[in-house]
């Protein structure tokens, strides 16, 4: 595993050498400046002071000693903080964890404001002034230079937003986060409870069988995947359990009471009449958060405004330590939001809260849940996006990336990109992801930006919505055409090559093509139906292998993400190892149906082509076999039976009949209750071969399971037969089970290919 740190090291001459200004912090390895540190410093200020002597000791071999202020005040002194050293700095400009570096004759003062601000002041001082960069948890540009030299300094910097946290592997590390100004684990122990809380506060599992009047009805049912917020029981049980809760945990400011991640709220009279006086179901939220917040004035009580909630409410406004956290999920990020009129109702919305309030904790989005690691090109885009949460004067910022999950699409450059802009929306950003890809890629850094540039404009010019929820084969269409995938990949040819002899920029280039690598075995394994030489090719002995072209992906693909740890294909968790053992499979059965290959099959129950086609009337015979992704390649039946009759074209004596059914309840998809087999010489008179009953039912454990779906094979085997006709019936559940959220919804079942042997 590569768990390193790797220090870049540059021997650099030293700038900033202009005769009458400048400082010598050190010379020839040496120093006469010490480190004021107060003697009742602050964690973090004495953090900021070890952080700067430890990198100058790195840069130039000098080591500065860290002392106390109250020794007497000396002319070469590097004063972190506010102390004895400090009287005479003026730092009432400081806003949030803002900062000052300043130098008055030969001191240095680095001082900044509340908590983490005079470590953000050692940190800048260090990129700014001594070019050290902190590209990746992992990696490090630390120059040296035995004499370091700066010019007279006079510098204020604010933050954009007084919070700001990102969720990506990345800034996961204390370090890393301290380094970029981000929330770190220390600070982000604000929060006593995080988003959609209302199965910890009122669970399920506690209360619904006995007092379901507590949560939603939909229809005329209870169930309970929401809260009932008008029910006056409901709202005590929150209280008492949030004031347990805060007893346990005094030290957290915020407190979310907030809905749970479905779609399922409350429709009940009263609920209903509060949503509707204030035209959004958020108005039942507000009315029921408020009440809250009103039983504890000192704590901020936090909820969303998400999906069906997003909208604000009319007639009601949250009080003040009313924290609403606004999602921006359903936005399209091919053009900046405020640009996109398809996105003009978030746009309404975030101009209508704002308007309300000024307690708003954003929450964006800025990856690709459904695949993580395939191209994603929407680094465009974060500057505007967050220029526009800036002018609506957004005070916390949360940035969705991967979470923690390793080396997802241009993960590091991401979260770099990300750090600079919720510090300072205003940079140049061209320079800073220059000076990344640079500095993290060396020499391919310059092809690596060549591919960014022609899958962005691609991207813009072709007009596609690009969203959180895509996928590779529907961008075939636009950026992730054939021939872009050939150009992208002879460019990615270009970087290796120029990085061969440095194994460290080569791996890391290697890693930057891995969604390429991915994008392409999805093109081949989902649009094989269309080519199936993408897939599989035709020996001379009738017989079908593997093309060597996907077993070379593969054999990439595998060498690559077994090197790699916390590594995950999607927001559900696939791993690499799953997702490679079910390609392999796949390739195993593809062209396996000894009898009913490419034989005709009449549908007695239509499928729902318009929203998954498949390969039409072809998908259940054609040999190309689906895998755990419902959208390519599965049939699929909404709320009603599946009846298929497949022709054998004459009668032929039949041993086995097996069919494959998909189960994902995330997706409500369910495999049938029970599958009937018969057969027929004339295709009118049909006799009973078998009824398989399916004795695996699905759970409510799968909503939340890591891998979700699954694939069962129901097969029947028996005594030779003499056919022409084999009906297939599968018997749906029709509608969701009552534990589900979709309930009383329309269940699915997916099917594929119906082998005859």
Not at 504 to 511: N, S
């Amino acid at each position: 595993m590569y768990n390193i740190v790797f220090i870049i090291i540059f021997i650099s001459i030293n700038v900033y050498a202009e005769a009458s200004e400048k400082i010598y912090l050190t010379k020839d390895g040496k120093s006469d400046y010490k480190i004021i540190l107060s003697r009742n410093a602050t964690y973090w200020d004495s953090l900021a002071a070890f952080e700067l002597k430890k990198y100058i000791a790195i840069i130039s071999g000098a080591e500065i000693p860290v002392i106390h202020d109250d020794v007497p005040v000396e002319t070469k002194e590097i004063i972190i903080g506010k102390n004895n050293h400090s009287l005479n700095i003026d730092d009432s400009a400081i806003q949030y964890d803002g900062f000052i570096i300043k130098t008055k004759g030969e001191k240095l003062f680095l001082s900044g404001g509340k908590e983490k601000g005079t470590l953000n002041a050692v940190y800048s001082f260090l990129e700014k002034y001594l070019n050290c960069r902190m590209y990746s948890a992992t990696v490090k540009k630390i120059p040296v230079q035995k004499s370091i030299v700066i010019p007279q300094i006079n510098v204020l910097e604010n933050p954009a937003f007084e919070y700001r946290d990102i969720s990506y592997y990345e800034a996961s590390n204390d370090e890393y986060c301290r380094w970029h100004k981000l929330a770190d684990s220390k600070e982000k122990k604000i929060w006593g409870l995080f988003v959609h809380t209302f199965q910890k506060l009122v669970p399920p599992e506690i209360y619904f069988e006995t007092h379901p009047e507590y949560f939603a009805l939909r229809g005329n049912i209870r169930v309970p995947e929401q809260l009932c917020l008008s029910n006056q029981e409901v709202l005590k049980i929150v209280i008492d359990e949030l004031r347990k809760r805060i007893a346990e945990n005094p030290e957290a400011r915020f407190w979310s009471v907030s809905q749970n991640d479905n779609y399922s709220f409350c429709q009940c009279n009263e609920c209903k009449k509060i949503d509707s006086i204030n035209g959004s179901p958020s108005g039942s939220i507000i009315n029921f958060v408020n009440k809250i917040a009103r039983e504890f004035p000192e704590k901020i009580i936090s909820t969303l405004a998400y999906q069906y909630s997003r909208k604000p409410p009319k007639n009601i406004k949250p009080e003040k330590n009313v924290n609403i956290m606004l999602c921006t999920i359903e936005c399209y990020r091919t053009k900046p939001l405020d640009v996109d009129t398809a996105n003009a109702s978030f746009i309404n919305d975030l101009n209508d809260w704002t308007r309300l309030t000024d307690n708003i904790f954003l929450w964006d989005y800025v990856v690709q849940f459904s695949n993580l690691i395939s191209p994603f090109p929407n680094l465009h885009v974060l500057q505007p996006n967050i220029q526009l949460f800036a002018k609506h004067k957004i005070k916390m910022m949360f940035q969705q990336g991967a979470g923690k999950r390793n080396s997802t699409e241009f993960s590091e450059l991401r979260t770099y990109l990300i750090s600079k802009l919720l510090w300072n929306p205003e940079i140049n950003i061209d320079s800073v992801m220059n000076d990344f890809l640079d500095g993290y890629y060396g020499p391919a850094g310059k092809f690596i930006r060549k591919y960014i540039d022609l899958m962005q404009d691609a991207l813009i010019k072709s007009g596609h919505n690009l969203w959180i929820y895509s996928n590779p084969v529907e961008q075939t269409k636009y950026f992730l055409t054939p021939e872009l995938m050939k150009t992208y990949n002879e460019i990615f040819d270009e970087a290796e090559n120029s990085v061969k002899d440095n194994e460290g920029f080569l791996r890391r280039v290697k890693i930057a093509r891995l969604p390429l690598i991915y994008a392409e075995l999805e093109q081949r394994k989902a649009l094989a139906y269309f080519n199936k030489s993408l897939l599989i090719i035709k020996k001379e002995n009738n017989k079908y292998e593997p093309n060597p072209v996907v077993i070379n992906l593969l054999n990439q693909f595998e060498k690559l993400t077994s090197s790699l740890k916390d590594i995950y294909l999607n927001e559900s968790g696939l791993t690499p190892e799953k997702y490679i053992s079910s390609y392999k499979s796949i390739l195993s059965k593809t062209m396996f149906n000894p009898l009913a290959l490419n034989k005709s099959v009449y549908f007695i129950t239509t499928p729902d082509w318009n929203k998954y086609p498949a390969n039409g009337e072809k998908s259940l015979t054609d040999g190309i076999r689906g895998d755990e992704d419902h959208k390519f390649n599965w049939v699929g039946y909404e709320g009603k039976d599946m009846e298929v009759i497949v022709d054998l074209q004459k009668i032929i004596t039949v041993r086995k009949i097996s069919i494959d059914f998909l189960q994902n309840v995330f997706s409500w998809i369910f495999h049938p209750k029970k599958i009937e087999i018969s057969h027929s010489e004339d295709g009118i008179h049909f006799i009973t071969i078998k009824e398989i009953y399916n004795t695996t039912h699905a759970t409510k454990e799968e909503l939340t399971s890591p891998i979700f779906a699954y694939i069962k094979n129901f097969n029947a085997e028996f005594e030779p037969i003499y056919a022409r006709y084999i009906k297939i019936k599968a018997i749906s559940i029709k509608n969701c089970p009552r534990w589900h959220p979709g309930y009383p919804d329309k269940a699915w079942i997916f099917t594929d290919e119906i082998v005859i042997e």
